[in-house]
């Protein structure tokens, strides 16, 4: 394979890598004691965007699913609607289509002369490559049910890939970043 071949080659599976990757911001309320939360219950999704995937039950499952691991798994029990819980779990997931414009930009190399000789150049391509994709953000809020107020909120952008099984993967992984730090850590007065 030529060098140059292989150069775009590597630049092309650097951004694709880059491309199947998310960012989670978290952000809670300072003044709230987490330790008393001990129960959480579901209130439901909301779409972000009209053009939205909560005609897709099994999504809300999968979403449910892993936030219910992390929450368990941090000492806390889930409870019906029904029943009184400390915390309300409350989601919004939207899809936007998107574009990434990749300029082709100069290029190096080797090249033969008009009267048989080889010699080095350099020229620009000027070209513009556009990928698209879908992005997908989810946000998950912690809500006080009887102060109706937000304790906690995560933010989770990523790529989406064609693959379902790609995708729950990935949400999964968002979703345990997220609550890698619930609770906050306490700070001292």
């Not at 691991?69 to 019906?80: I, N, P, S």
């Not at 879908?134 to 933010?155: F, H, N, S, Y």
Request: charged residues 25%.
């Amino acid at each position: 394979m030529r060098p140059g071949r292989r150069a775009c080659l590597l630049i092309l599976a650097m951004s694709l890598t880059a491309c199947s990757s998310f960012k989670v911001n978290t952000d809670h309320d300072p003044t709230v004691d987490f330790s008393s939360f001990k129960t959480f219950a579901f209130a439901g999704p909301s779409e972000m965007n009209k053009g939205g995937i909560y005609d897709n039950s099994l999504t809300r499952k999968r979403i449910e699913s892993a936030v219910v691991r992390e929450l368990t798994g941090k000492g806390l029990r889930q409870v019906g609607l029904d029943e009184p819980q400390d915390l309300l779990v409350h989601y919004w997931v939207g899809i936007q289509d998107k574009q990434r414009l990749e300029s082709t930009g100069p290029t190096v190399g080797v090249a033969r002369g008009p009267g048989g000789g080889y010699g080095w150049g350099a020229g620009y391509g000027g070209g513009v490559t556009t990928y698209e994709y879908k992005e997908g953000t989810l946000v998950l809020d912690l809500i006080e049910p009887p102060k109706k107020q937000l304790v906690w909120r995560a933010t989770i952008v990523g790529t989406l890939q064609d693959s379902p099984t790609d995708n729950v993967d990935l949400a999964n992984k968002a979703i345990a970043k997220a609550f890698e730090r619930y609770p906050p850590p306490v700070k001292a007065p």
